[in-house]
Nanobody
Framework: DVQLVESGGGSVQAGGSLRLSCEIS????????MGWFRQAPGKERAAVAA????????YVADSVKGRFTISQDSSSKSVTLEMTKLKPEDTAMYYC?????????????????WGQGTQVTVS
């Protein structure tokens, strides 16, 4: 089964930076659209950013545009989210997700795979 391994996250003061990384450790297909969702307590899970090397597609939510940057390695099996100028409202559990296409990723449908989640706390 496809497995995602996340790293990074933690606690930082407002204005600081953090990096999240996610790698597919077991995979079936040669490439995946990969990115991050986040969920704060009492709120719905929301898409943050994604990248799919296969179609040169990059998505960044308006709420983090200009502060967060996503990149995917050439193998399309790992993704990094650089988070800068962090705000308290960025506090959430961040989940990596891999999908066979960007549409599947954004709609959270079809063959998708989730990481275990990593906490980001901005104070």
């Amino acid at each position: 089964d496809v497995q995602l391994v996340e790293s990074g996250g933690g606690s930082v003061q407002a204005g600081g930076s953090l990096r999240l990384s996610c790698e597919i450790s077991l995979y079936i297909y040669s490439s995946y659209c990969m990115g991050w969702f986040r969920q704060a307590p009492g709120k719905e899970r929301a898409a943050v950013a994604a990248h799919y090397t296969g179609t040169a597609t990059t998505y960044v939510a308006d709420s983090v545009k200009g502060r967060f940057t996503i990149s995917q390695d050439s193998s399309s099996k790992s993704v990094t989210l650089e988070m800068t100028k962090l705000k308290p409202e960025d506090t959430a559990m961040y989940y990596c997700m891999a999908a066979r296409s960007f549409g599947s990723w954004l709609r959270q449908t079809g063959e998708i795979h989730w990481g275990q989640g990593t906490q980001v706390t901005v104070s």
